[in-house]
C-alpha cells in the first residue's frame, strides 16, 4: 500500500517567495496532519484537518501560512511571503478515526524547505 | 497535558537487547502510551501502543510498570537499522478530535556494529 506522499522533497527558495508544500493522503484516511520540525523547536502540529475541514489551525505560526484540503485525496500547505525563519522539514501525516486514541498517524517522509 | 521525560541518548551493539525507559509520574487513568521513532531524513514511524498490559509486535515489546508511572520499550535484538529517535507520548482515551500527538525530544539511539 502507499504511504503518505509528500511533494517536493527538497524545496529551495528565496525570501519572499510563495511556497506550496503537496500531500497525498493514504486513501481513506479521514484525517490530515500538517507537521513542521526544526532544531529549535522540534516536532510541532500546524494544523489538522477531518473530513477536509480545518478543525485545530491554532499552530498555524501567523497569516503567512495557509493550509487547504480540497478533497479527501489531497492537501497543501502555502507560505506567503517566505521568511528564512521558516526553514525547517515539514511533513504531513493521516490518520484514520483519530476520535479514537489508538489509532497511529502515519507520516510521509517530508519536505526539507530552505529559505534564502 | 501529562508529560513524559526520557533520557536524551543511549547506545546498544547490535543483535543485543535495548531498553529504552520512559518515565511518566503524572500519567491519568486515561492515557495510552504510544512509542513513535523516527529514522534519519525520514518522517516519525508508529512502533507500539499501550494502556495497561504488556503490549508486543513484530517491532517491539512494551512492558508498562504496574503503577503506570513508567513504560519501557524493548527493542529484542537491535539493528543497525533500529538507530533512530524513540519518541514516548501520551494520548488522551477521550476527547475526540483534542488529542493530539506531542512531540518531546526523544531518545537517540545509536547501534553499534
Known amino acids: 500500500d502507499a504511504g503518505v506522499i509528500q511533494s517536493p522533497r527538497h524545496e529551495v527558495t528565496e525570501m519572499g517567495q510563495e511556497v506550496t508544500l503537496r500531500c497525498k493522503p493514504i486513501?481513506?484516511?479521514?484525517?490530515l496532519f500538517w507537521y513542521r520540525q526544526t532544531m529549535m523547536r522540534g516536532l510541532e502540529l500546524l494544523i489538522y484537518f477531518n473530513n477536509n475541514v480545518p478543525i485545530d489551525d491554532s499552530g498555524m505560526p501567523e497569516d503567512r501560512f495557509s493550509a487547504k484540503m480540497p478533497n479527501a485525496s489531497f492537501s497543501t500547505l502555502k507560505i506567503q511571503p517566505s521568511e528564512p525563519r521558516d526553514s525547517a522539514v515539514y511533513f504531513c501525516?493521516?490518520?484514520?478515526?483519530?476520535?479514537?486514541?489508538?489509532?497511529?498517524?502515519?507520516f510521509g517522509d517530508g519536505t526539507r524547505l530552505s529559505i534564502l | 497535558d501529562a508529560k513524559t521525560t526520557q533520557p536524551n541518548s543511549m547506545e546498544s551493539n547490535e543483535e543485543e537487547p535495548v531498553h529504552l525507559p520512559c518515565n511518566h509520574s503524572?500519567?491519568?487513568?486515561?492515557?495510552?502510551i504510544h512509542w513513535y521513532r523516527q529514522l534519519p531524513s525520514q518522517g516519525p514511524e508508529y512502533v507500539i501502543h499501550g494502556l495497561t498490559s504488556n503490549v508486543n509486535n513484530r517491532m517491539a515489546s512494551l512492558a508498562i510498570a504496574e503503577d503506570r508511572k513508567s513504560s519501557t520499550l524493548i527493542l529484542h535484538r537491535a539493528t543497525l537499522r533500529d538507530a533512530a529517535v524513540y519518541y514516548c507520548?501520551?494520548?488522551?482515551?477521550?476527547?475526540?478530535?483534542?488529542?493530539?500527538?506531542?512531540f518531546g525530544t526523544g531518545t537517540l539511539l545509536a547501534v553499534q556494529p
Open positions: 501525516a493521516s490518520s484514520s478515526r483519530t476520535g479514537s486514541s489508538d489509532q497511529p498517524q502515519h
Open positions: 507520548i501520551l494520548r488522551e482515551i477521550y476527547g475526540g478530535a483534542t488529542n493530539k500527538l506531542i
Open positions: 486513501s481513506g484516511h479521514d484525517y
Open positions: 503524572t500519567i491519568s487513568g486515561t492515557d495510552y
